[in-house]
């Protein structure tokens, strides 16, 4: 059964952090690319950032290095993303994503998990 469920969204004011994490079932995360994205009202999905299966290769958006940093527990089937220096730009609702990896920093993303809201304020 594939199960991806974030945690972690709240409000903050702008320059301050959140940690997102994603607790995956172990279907879906066994072996799995896993990743990043947001939705901001009115704009389509963006990727954020993703992570090999093993943790060899993390990639991001040019709009969040820097700033976020996406880590994996396998102890814990846990996905996490730590988001500093937030900017009122990054005011989306965050997905967790999961998918099969062809090969090194290439996903092809499969499931969804339900989402939670980061709002940053000026």
Known sequence: QVQLVESGGG???????????CAASDYAYSKKCMGWFRQA???E??????????????DYADSVKGR????RDNAKNTLHLQMN?????DTAMYYCRAGTSPG???CEWK????????????
């Open 41 to 43: 009202p009115g704009k």
């Open 68 to 71: 976020f940093t996406i880590s």
């Open 85 to 89: 220096s937030l900017v009122p730009e």
């Open 11 to 21: 409000s903050v004011q702008a320059g301050g952090s959140l940690r997102l994490s």
């Open 104 to 106: 090194p920093g290439v």
């Open 111 to 122: 499931y969804w998990g339900q989402g939670t809201q980061v709002t940053v304020s000026s």
């Open 45 to 58: 999905r963006e990727w954020v950032a993703h992570m090999d299966f093993d943790g060899g290769r993390t």
